[in-house]
Nanobody, 111 residues
């Protein structure tokens, strides 16, 4: 059974950085695109970024130029480097591959 485990969330001030990690068990990781989503209180879950098996990335407009998504297939891990964080980035961030979701990691940005 494939599992995704996110880590790296926390409380930071506006302008600071965080790096989220998503570690996957099982071979499904290296043969499928992966994505990060986020959900703020009272809002729908939204796509943050996706990455293909060979490293091609797509970003939501609201994170372009600030967030960078990368993957290490040898470690079955994807990384979301988040720079210049804003209070509106506050949300629970979820890792996703196919129908599988992680448990989420809280990111809180104070002004």
């Amino acid at each position: 059974q494939v599992q995704l485990v996110e880590s790296g969330g926390g409380l930071v001030q506006a302008g600071e950085s965080l790096r989220l990690s998503c570690a996957a068990s099982g071979s499904i990781f290296s043969i499928n695109p992966m994505g990060w989503y986020r959900q703020a209180p009272g809002k729908q879950r939204e796509l943050v970024a996706t990455i293909t098996t060979v490293g091609g990335t797509v970003y939501a407009d609201f994170v372009k130029g600030r967030f960078t998504l990368s993957r290490d297939n040898a470690k079955n891990t994807v990384y979301l480097q988040m720079n210049s964080l804003k209070p509106e980035d506050t949300a629970v961030y979820y890792c996703n591959v196919l129908w599988i979701w992680g448990q989420g990691t809280q990111v809180t940005v104070s002004s």
